[in-house]
């Protein structure tokens, strides 16, 4: 199958890559060039000069890119997937944004003919080049349907969420959910410290009960080794936590420690540290 | 051996069941008569009048109740584990206390020749009636080696945490990771739900990877039901939290989130369902 995919950055090269090996010719576009090195003479990858090119001559066209507007510039922008996509097109969008923009865009293609699934992931840059990504999808059942044997190729938890937008705000659950555990994990090791008792056996004990977590397996680890290498950045975690925040305002609900641990995320931005992996929030308490 | 277990209530009662089930003689005291009625004329079990009668029978005393007061009274109280106890006797504390107060109690203890554990335990009704709980110890490694077999038999995940107080650290860890996290479902649940998203499904998508936890799993699907029956309740969480908060002041460490949970929890008691499942943050959600 022809597959565009549109942003090879450090998730989508590696997904790229996966999909090429399963024998799909895949047409790929970035802004900036040096992201389509990698690309260059092999074989399975036709580089395109556009989203528009990409959409010519894909029939299903991945976008996965870094936020609302970048997706919004991809799809409707001079030279856009619109003005390549043709009736029975299916844009994928992978990237993490607004579930009520994702709608807007949705709603924009379909008046095309062109169909839209939103398919966040998670997993980071290790789940996407071992194919083991979790995707979370919204849109309609039978273009999930279609699109499944793609998606396979990607990650393995793949959920139909709902209808257009419930991939992303089931994305938007899940940083959520990682922020403010990561937040807990930090907390609680920074009390075991106070303590002067030994983090990794407070680790260990806790692993085994109901605060086990992912998120205490990972991140307090790398809290204990005092490693911040992303993983997934801060400045690109409070990113999401403004999406989220701006998405329960407008829907008049309140969200008290999100809120605060997006406050935290934006604080270690301004402490310099918006390239570390977002479990430097265990810094701010110590 | 001849095993002295005071406070026999929802955790202590199976607790009790399981030692003399492996054949050791269970010395049981309790204020109230109500809960020593389930051990009348049941072999393998003696009843006592008072925790001085406990501690004279028995090598292991353990002490399951409610607050740190209730320890103390146990221990040094009129009639308590002090007056009974004899040098080589060692005290088990597997309540949920301060690690500043059990410092003192062991230091207390070890005037008397008494030996001390905190061995507070996670897994909750379901875990003492399997022997799976979580156990996290404090206190000296060959008084832990000595009482590990005791543990095995209520017990899965036993880990020797550090010195005294150390075990009730783990635990008030425990409790920050478990209310923080629950907090953190909560409001992704509920941040799904004001965009008419299903919930269980971002519970699935979610369980998969990063965002995945055994609270995700347990307390997500309790929120899904909105059933609300303990579990553990409100009101004991909250104390766990008045505990953390306290001792985190008294160190000068900040926990943001364990406070704005803990004072969650109070108003969740405020509003009447102190009596539910701490899970019932959710309810404060929606």
Chains 1, 2 share one sequence.
Do not use: W
Not at 54 to 59: F, K, L, M
Not at 61 to 69: A, E, H, L
């Amino acid at each position: 199958m022809h597959i565009g995919l549109i942003g090879p950055g450090i998730m989508g090269r590696p997904m790229a890559f996966n999909l090429a090996k399963a024998g799909h010719t895949v047409h790929v576009y970035a802004r900036r060039d040096a992201a389509l090195e990698p690309f260059s003479n092999q074989p399975g990858f036709v580089i395109a000069s556009s989203p528009a090119e990409v959409a010519r001559a894909a029939d299903i066209i991945i976008t996965i890119v870094s936020d609302t507007p970048d997706v919004e510039a991809v799809l409707f922008g001079p030279d856009g997937v619109t003005h390549g996509a043709t009736a029975g097109s299916v844009v994928v969008d992978m990237s993490t944004i607004s579930p009520t923009a994702t709608r807007e865009f949705a709603n924009r293609l379909a008046m095309q003919g062109v169909e839209m699934l939103d398919a966040p992931v998670s997993g980071g840059e290790v789940g996407a080049i071992n194919g083991t990504l979790s995707i979370m999808v919204g849109g309609k059942p039978e273009v999930f349907e279609r699109v499944r044997p793609v998606f396979e190729l990607m990650g393995k938890n793949i959920v139909h969420v709902g209808d257009a937008g419930a991939g992303q705000v089931a994305k938007a659950c899940n940083q959520v959910v990682v922020a403010v555990t990561i937040e807990a994990v930090a907390e609680a090791l920074t009390f075991a410290r106070s303590h002067g008792v030994d983090g990794a056996k407070v680790r260990q004990a806790l692993l085994g009960g109901f605060a086990g977590s992912k998120i205490m397996e990972v991140h307090g680890q790398r809290m204990l080794d005092d490693n911040f290498q992303p993983g997934f950045k801060t400045h690109l975690h409070a990113k999401d936590m403004r999406i989220v925040e701006a998405e329960a305002r407008s829907r008049g609900v309140v969200l008290p420690c999100a809120d605060l641990v997006s406050g935290r995320l934006e604080g270690l931005i301004e402490a310099g540290m918006g390239e570390l992996d977002s479990s430097a929030l265990y810094r701010l308490l110590n």
